[in-house]
């Protein structure tokens, strides 16, 4: 069974930083793309960034280009996302993704149980 686990949310203010992790677990990690989504209060879930499975190949949603940064450690099962000058509408709950396949842009239905991210003003 596939599992992802989110962590390093929390409260901070504006300008400031977080770095979220994702470890996965139930299969292998290297071949697949990764990616983070996040889900505002009353929003749907949006794509956030994505990294492919050489490690090189990122893109990202345009509101957060610039200030965050999507990164992998195959040996350690784990996606990063580092924030940098955050704002108020950053806030939301952020889940990490994999690809449905090896070396397949498509993503799957696996979900973990997020971790929150509170920008205060």
């Known amino acids: 069974q596939v599992q992802l686990v989110e962590s390093g949310g929390g409260l901070v203010q504006t300008g400031g930083s977080l770095r979220l992790s994702c470890v996965v677990s139930?299969?292998?990690?290297?071949?697949?793309?990764m990616g983070w989504f996040r889900q505002a209060p009353g929003k749907e879930r949006e794509f956030v960034a994505a990294?492919?499975?050489?490690?090189?190949?990122?893109n990202y949603e345009d509101s957060v280009k610039g200030r965050f940064t999507i990164s992998r450690d195959n040996a350690k099962n784990t996606v990063y996302l580092q924030m940098d000058s955050l704002k108020p509408e950053d806030t939301a709950v952020y889940y990490c993704?994999?690809?449905?396949?090896?070396?397949?842009?498509?993503?799957?239905?696996?979900w973990g149980q997020g971790t929150q991210v509170t920008v205060s003003t």
């Open positions: 993704n994999t690809g449905a396949r090896p070396y397949e842009v498509r993503w799957s239905d696996y």
């Open positions: 139930g299969r292998t990690f290297s071949p697949y793309r």
């Open positions: 990294i492919m499975w050489n490690g090189y190949s990122t």
